[in-house]
């Protein structure tokens, strides 16, 4: 019956095509057949793709639109303005400092190169010593500094890549990473490696789980699934190493990721799930043992990013505060980033990786058996590594020691809630979800969010700002806990509230409306070309020491901003 009934519904197509090519030479039937299958293939590689049909099509059009001479020569003029204008901020900032475009004939003296070296550093409007600053410097502590310089001196020319000539090296490494396994919870299978920051550590487990799905799964087309609060250096490993990214959105209260999103999005590709232990927008956790048993009943690695705040979170416990499982203690977690440059207080420059064995560690590794240079075999993205950022990072470990981490902890976050419930008291502004470690988000439905920070940064604050929706943040560190620091930002907040609830409609200005402005426009790609125009500014150097005098310098600063460069 089966069999009858499917010979019945074959004839008709049978008998369709035969009339269609009755008349049909040979090389007719082949060249329309051969038409008709590269045809197929073209239009199912066009429509089955990582952007809807819609979001090509805007693209498209935008990229039409520029061809237009009165738009593309409109856009040009904007953007040749605007690195104009970053080129001046860039020239503001060195307040008179001269550069250097050629070699000095001869060897500067030592006293002449710290002097300028000390100038640089000291560069900048803020004053991150006195807590001015949102996160950036975790730690102000002379021994420490002294410590980590007098450690950097002794260490400054070893390399790992050369463990043979520096096994002291590898040494330090192997202890700070068998430290981390310990605080995250990891047993003697655990493992990893040190990283040159959070976004060489994230790119790395990308990397680990892209390599791990092709060998183990045959995934040739992978996935990751992250939160829409993932740091961005997901993405950008993801546009390194081609892997689809699927975003999933967040609670509207709790702002921690969907799971039930997240669950929805999963498919035969997916090689990794992701979870941050704080998010960086919001400092809100996402609910890591969930993401862990999606993990394990879909067989899919689950990577938790404690970049920002691993090392807060691994000795709350211990400081007195509740904390959700989110480490090697669930048994789906294989994979960990936490940097020690951040609240591990050590030199910037070091992150860790972690794995829960090194199963998946192998597939982090680089490793060319055929070079004509012997067999090379690299454990991380870079070959050559500053021994000395890894022996001071080890420094750090032991200066401040288990108890040392545990009171920093506690007054951090001591101070965080203490911030975070004043602000709560504050009319006009809000807090985004609940944060976990040491991040406040804030956000208003009275005004303009940046006119807030506009305002502060006029009296020396630097925050971070959000997107999609308008938001900022503050990052509290280990200054903030200073006598006096976090006393004198819920006031400078409180003052500045009041007199914006005044006028609440007042625009903002300077960059910050630029950045407001940037979120409305629909060709992302302009944004994008903001952004290259503000990257270059930071190489800029000017091609004539007068420059600052010149119509271009005017048009952006006042003449009293000149004076200083003369």
Known sequence: MNINMHTFCLNPVKGFINNLFQDKEPWQIVTITSTTIFTTIWLWNFVVQDESLIERGKKQLFRLRNYIPAIRNKINEELNDINLSFEAEALQKTKGVPFFVDLPSTGMKEAEILEIVQDCVNLGDYDWEKGKVSGTVYVSDFRLSQLMGSVYEIASYTNPLHPDVFPGICKFEAEVVRIACRLFHGDEDSCGTMTTGGTESILLAC?????????????????????????????KAAQYLKIKVRLVPVNPHSYTVSIKHMERVITRNTIMLVGSTPNFPYGTMDNIEAISNLGIKYNIPVHVDACLGGFLICFMPKAGFDIPPFDFKLPGVTSISADTHKYGYAPKGSSIILYRNKSYRHHQYTISTDWLGGIYGSPTINGSRAGGVIASCWATLMYFGYDGYIDATRNIIQTTKYIEQNLRKMDGIFIFGTPA???????????????LSEVLNAKGWNLNSLQFPSGIHLCVTSIHTELG?????????????????????TPVEGKLAIYGMSQNLSDRSIVGDFTKCFLDSMYYTPKDQQLVKNSIFLKYFQPKQVASFN
């Open 437 to 451: 470690t040491s991040v406040i988000a804030l956000g208003s439905n009275d005004f303009h969010i940046y006119k």
């Open 207 to 235: 990397k680990t789980y892209r390599d791990y799905a092709r060998h183990m799964k045959g995934i040739k087309n992978p996935e990751m699934v992250i939160p829409v609060t993932a740091h961005s250096a997901f993405d």
């Open 485 to 505: 620091v976090a006393d004198k930002f819920l006031k400078d907040v409180e003052t500045v509230l009041s007199t914006i609830l005044k006028s609440p409609n």
